[in-house]
């Protein structure tokens, strides 16, 4: 292991995943433990930052990994539409997963706009992508709503979703949903042809110029049984 691998390491955060016996309301989101899209990345004026506040939550039931993020922005940009359309161009939350990085160092990224539109590539670094599970969006239950208000009346909007297990095993065939089971990620939100362009992550990426596919600095996620 190299300097850099180690630094990687201890930078790199950890979330649990907890275990629901059903899916959940819409109210019941809160109750979900968050990870905090919080580390401001590649900002070119620091004097009047763009800095929307952002979080995610999963949990997992006997049939899939369900997510939602919030993003505390009023007017996000919408310009993208179709399948696999570039969305990283709009205001945009993503989610990047190595279910097996044992085994296997393909990774997964969904990246999502506000309207709900999903590019999903496959492969193992950012220049071997394999498009052709983004040509079917119906798979994973997206939904996108905008112009919500919290109890504040600050204004966001949110994007959920539902990646099956079963789904999941095909493209892998070494994972598998338990107890105790990990596997690597990382949280984005981005807007890169917004009025300010931005990048945000959950685990650091500690580069010199934008690139959300690096795998090496993604987290640790975990699956937590029903009564951990």
Known sequence: MTFDDERSMALAPR???????????????TNVQPALINNYLWEKDTSEPYRPETNVRLYW?????????????ESPVIRHSGANAPVYRDSCVEFFLQPTPETDTRYLNFEFNAAGTLLLGLGEDRGERDMSHGLEPERFSVVAERGLADEAGRIYWSLSFSIPLDWLAE????????????FKGNFYKCG?????????????????APDFHRSEFFGTLVFCGAND
């Open 15 to 29: 979330y649990s995943i907890d275990y629901l016996a059903d899916s959940v309301e819409e109210k019941d989101w």
């Open 171 to 182: 493209v892998f065939p070494d994972f598998c949903a338990a107890p105790g089971r990990s």
């Open 61 to 73: 039931t006997e049939d899939a990994i369900h997510g939602r993020f919030v993003c505390y922005e």
């Open 192 to 208: 890169d042809e917004t009025p300010v362009p931005h990048f945000i992550s959950w685990s650091p990426v500690d580069v010199p």
